[in-house]
């Protein structure tokens, strides 16, 4: 009789760390308190946490920050936000690491002053905080940004190297949007083979089209990672003056790919549902290098509109493999290989995106194990299929949790099973 064994090696990673010390910050700055987080930044060491005391009635601190030291910026009170209001500028240095956990930002940006220096990268984590009105912006060289947990209304997320992961991103006109996007994942000055993940996000889209329009929800122009794109719900609504023929929408916007075969990138499992732009895009390969390898599956695109649409455009460029895609619209310039369901009947709830009973797409995916769902049965089409399902990421809460596990899909007999888990802790 065989025996199967197993050495599992879990790895762990909390974006809390050991501090060197804790300062705090009150309005009055009582109790050896700060009575601003600036002066609490300017007292403070690498390696030091700054805890800051909610005004009440939720007030904010009115000040323009700038964090150049290793902190952490959170709140003492389990459940509630600390407030602010301006915008937060972020000065790198090698292996810099700030993390700001559980902010409300009334109106302000999260920004970097420039390209970090070569070396072990700048990383920012900013997680389970609220953007009311302001965009994160790392359109720069050598960090790693960690966007986790976070409600940005009006804003964006622009970044060359890090994460995406489980927020909710909203917007009513493209001027609240960098390049029009909801997410910009860029070129980064260091090339590596790593692999950035974009999973679990909400993208809504509130308004209705009245003028000559640009929307591209997840833009994806880095030709130095590759990418993994996956349970994003996409979702437009409203309507579309079609006396502007130059609307255009994309849930899904490839520029660019890394041009190597040492990787694959993954478009898999995502919901993209539109109803007002004249041209209406699900997944669009712009451009697509020679040697770069996309695996389209699992997508569940409904596209209503009044002008042209299209499920999946590709290009002739490298290798496009889209199996198991469901629509109600065809594909252009890019060939079905017999999986791909494009009069789908699959229907969604558009408030939470989940799939209306009766529909094809239900078990209607990748018939292959490892792209199960949760319940091990055969994948459902969309945001919530597969393992990385949208309900593992909302609704987002104030507590601490692992939100990120990374673990192969199978695993040979007596091999090694490595679990990568990504957490924070308020």
């Not at 310039?333 to 791909?340: D, I, K, M, Q």
Request: proline share 2%; hydrophobic share 35%.
């Amino acid at each position: 009789m065989k025996k199967l064994f197993f050495v599992l090696i879990v790895f762990s990673l909390s974006f809390g760390q050991i501090f060197s010390a804790d300062l705090c910050v009150n309005e009055s700055g009582s109790g050896g308190c700060y009575a601003s987080i600036a002066a609490a930044l300017a007292a403070a060491n690498d390696g030091d946490r700054i805890i800051i005391q909610p005004k009440a009635g939720g007030v904010p601190y009115v000040e323009n920050i700038t964090i150049n030291k290793s902190v952490q910026l959170l709140s003492n009170t389990e459940g509630t936000f600390w407030v602010m209001q301006g915008d937060i500028t972020i000065t790198p240095a090698v292996g810099r690491k700030i993390s700001i956990l559980h902010m409300r930002n009334i109106v302000g940006n999260i920004s970097a002053a420039s390209n970090s220096p070569a070396g072990t990268r700048c990383e920012v984590n900013i997680m389970n905080c609220k953007l009311d009105d302001g965009n994160i912006n790392f359109n720069y060289d050598n960090f790693n940004v960690n966007i986790v947990s976070n409600v940005i209304e009006d804003g964006s997320v622009v970044l060359r190297f890090g994460n995406v992961i489980g927020n909710e991103i909203n917007a009513n006109n493209t001027s609240d949007l960098t390049s029009s996007a909801f997410i910009l994942l860029n070129s980064d000055g260091i090339s590596t083979n790593d692999t950035l993940y974009i999973v679990g996000n909400k993208i809504r889209y509130l308004s209705s089209i009245t003028g000559s329009e640009t929307i591209r929800c997840i833009y994806l122009s880095s030709s130095s990672h590759f990418f993994y794109v996956a349970n994003n719900l996409i979702v437009t609504t409203g309507t579309s003056n079609t006396t502007y023929s130059s609307n255009y929408f994309s849930g899904i916007f490839v520029n660019t790919a890394k041009n190597s075969s040492l990787g694959q990138n993954f478009i898999l499992n995502n919901t993209i549902y539109s109803s007002n732009p004249y041209y209406v895009y699900g997944i669009y390969f712009y451009g697509h290098a020679a040697n770069a390898y996309t695996n389209v599956l699992n997508n569940l695109i409904i596209l209503i509109s009044n002008g042209y649409n299209s499920s999946i455009i590709g290009n002739s460029s490298g290798i496009i493999a889209a199996s198991y895609n469901y629509s109600n619209v065809g594909f252009s310039s890019l060939s079905n290989n017999g999986t791909n369901n494009l009069t789908s009947n699959t229907t969604i709830n558009t408030a939470t995106g989940t799939l209306n009973t009766g529909s094809d797409g239900i078990n209607g995916g990748y018939p292959d194990p490892v792209y199960y769902d949760l319940d091990l049965t055969v994948n459902d089409v969309g945001a919530y299929g597969g393992s990385y399902s949208l309900n593992n990421f909302h609704p987002i809460t104030g507590s601490a949790r692992v939100y990120f596990v990374k673990a192969p899909r199978t695993v040979l007999q007596s091999g090694t099973l490595n679990i990568r888990a990504e957490s924070f802790d308020r």
